[in-house]
């Protein structure tokens, strides 16, 4: 018994110095990682004033300088082990049994960084969830809320704190990646006995003065987005739709709006709307009343009887 005791006191000092030397080592990488992450930084700050680049330095610093600080301390310390695949693959097998969120996190993670379905500042909407992402890390994502209880596509104040797993799960919607524009509808509606023709020619009138810009604009986007993706809007102007419902004649407007203006557009665009049909006396807004028709009374002469 005190033989092996002896034993295993002897073999516990004989490690020491091993143990010890690996510590300084994985010490002095820590710090020399440390350094270079504050040098690239103020490289990065004399070089640029935008937070926007300076923000994507300091994230993808931070995960290059784990990764290989990671990769180096683990050949240290797991020196038996043999080749650095052996390592890693004896290392991964053992975080998905373990660790099955947070790797399924870190999987999605990879998937933003390599396919880049939406970056820090892009509007989107994942699920139910909409909003603008403010941050993105390893395990999770961060969006400031849009919608909910707030009308139109405007800010609640909330931020939502999203695992990356969600991406590999959920449709992922992005209104302003490849192409700030959305199309937006308007629908307004007159009476029947309103001159619908020259109400649709007031709203053609007030949409193409409002869009001039934004459609120029837009076919420059849509050239760029066709070297990614299948495009074909052959025509982004606005346009007046009409149709006839129960209460009367619906004219809606479609034209394109910057994804974060959509609610201010409309706004202008009503304004303009009630002040131009304020001033014609043969155009009237419908809406939902209970009225009686006489047909003998306000039918078509054709139809009214010989007095």
């Not at 005791?5 to 820590?30: A, C, G, K, M, Y």
């Not at 935008?50 to 180096?72: C, M, P, Q, T, V």
């Not at 695949?85 to 960084?113: K, N």
């Not at 009503?270 to 807004?285: C, P």
């Amino acid at each position: 018994m005190d033989n092996e005791i002896q034993t295993s006191l002897t073999d516990f000092f004989r490690q020491i110095p091993s143990n010890f030397s690996h510590v300084i080592e994985s010490v002095v990488i820590i710090i020399v990682l440390i350094l270079v992450h504050i040098i690239i930084k103020r490289i990065v700050r004399r070089q640029t004033d935008d937070e926007a680049i300076r923000y994507k330095w300091r994230k993808n610093l931070a995960y290059i300088l784990s990764f290989f600080g990671f990769i180096i301390i683990g050949r240290i310390w797991f020196e038996g082990v043999g080749s650095l695949a052996t390592f890693l693959g004896l290392l991964s097998a053992g975080l998905a049994i373990a660790l099955r969120d947070p790797v399924t996190d870190m999987a999605g993670w990879v998937f933003l960084i390599w396919r880049k379905p939406f970056q820090v500042g892009d509007r989107i909407q994942i699920g139910d969830t909409k909003g603008d992402v403010i941050d993105i890390r390893f395990f999770k994502f961060s969006l400031l809320e849009i919608g909910n209880w707030v009308s139109a596509d405007q800010s609640t104040g909330r931020v939502i704190h999203m695992p990356n797993h969600f991406i590999l799960r959920e449709s992922i919607f992005n209104s302003t990646s490849d192409f700030d524009f959305l199309w937006n509808e308007i629908p307004i509606v007159v009476t029947f006995e309103s001159d619908w023709k020259r109400a649709k020619e007031i709203l053609t009138d007030i949409v193409q003065n409002h869009m001039e810009d934004y459609v120029l604009d837009a076919e420059e986007q849509v050239r760029r987005a066709t070297k990614s993706y299948l495009i074909r809007y052959k025509n982004l102007t606005p346009i007046v739709y009409t149709e006839v419902v129960d209460i009367g004649v619906k004219l809606t407007i479609r034209h394109l709006s910057h994804a974060r203006k959509r609610r201010g557009i409309n706004q202008t665009i009503w304004e303009d709307i009630l002040d131009r049909f304020d001033q014609e006396d043969s155009i009237d807004f419908a809406y939902s009343t209970l009225r009686i028709y006489q047909n003998q009374i306000e039918g078509k002469s054709g139809l009214m009887p010989d007095s």
